[in-house]
């Protein structure tokens, strides 16, 4: 697939969403919750995989909800297609299946929440994303965490240095990097720094795959 050349990708004010679900009435639901909040539009649909990764290239959204069972393509498969593209991916399913939650925390996507999880968990995760956090619906949170942990350390070649491994604790707990800043007397510009150079030691896309690599390591356990 030949891409478009884009102009780099700016946060606008309004946070714009590309709805990926290959059930129409699903997609105007979603819509009509996200476009009741101030600050968020929709600005593209798509009913299969494809189509999807098509709208996203074409439009550029900041934050693309996608289901995981799609026809032509499923929403690992779009959010492998996406990886390193300006729009974050958020799953929303009615499935809460371990295999799904953790290829696309690898693939970085930034959350998954479940259909039924309610109006307000979405509306959190497509902000979260945007601001570059993630979220994940509590229903499956505790259950792939204790999961991770328990497939042992896949850790990259690269021991992190006791600084980097007290920041990605930080990150595996939920701080934010304001927050990890605070508690560790350091700038904001340096946490960021940080986190940027543990992402590429690590190999990981986002914060969410630096939780799942704290975890999964058994960092969490020391």
């Known amino acids: 697939m030949v891409r478009p050349r884009r102009h780099p990708h700016r946060r606008s004010p309004v946070i714009r969403v590309l709805l990926a679900d290959d059930q129409e009435t699903v997609r105007a639901s979603l819509r009509v919750i996200l476009e009741d909040q101030p600050g968020i539009a929709v600005v593209a649909e798509a009913a299969d995989g494809v189509e999807a990764v098509e709208q996203a290239l074409r439009t550029v959204p900041d934050v693309c909800l996608v289901d995981v069972r799609m026809p032509r393509l499923d929403g690992i498969g779009v959010a492998r297609a996406l990886a390193g593209e300006p729009p974050r991916v958020v799953m929303v399913t009615t499935f809460d299946l371990d ?36 979220l994940i619906s509590p229903a499956i949170t505790l259950r792939l965490l204790r999961r991770l942990a328990e497939r042992g350390a896949r850790a990259p070649a690269g021991a992190l240095t006791w600084r980097e491994a007290e920041i990605v604790r930080a990150v595996a707990r939920g701080r934010t990097n304001q927050e990890i800043a605070d508690e560790l007397y350091l700038s904001l510009s340096t946490v960021k720094g940080y986190v940027s150079g543990i992402l590429d030691k690590l190999g990981v896309r986002g914060r969410v795959g630096i939780v799942a690599w704290a975890w999964e390591s058994g960092l969490m356990d020391s």
């Open 99 to 134: 295999e799904y939650v953790h290829d696309a925390l690898r693939l970085g996507a930034a959350g998954f929440v479940l259909k039924d999880a309610g109006p307000r968990l979405l509306v959190e995760a497509v902000r979260a994303a945007y601001t570059g956090d993630a």
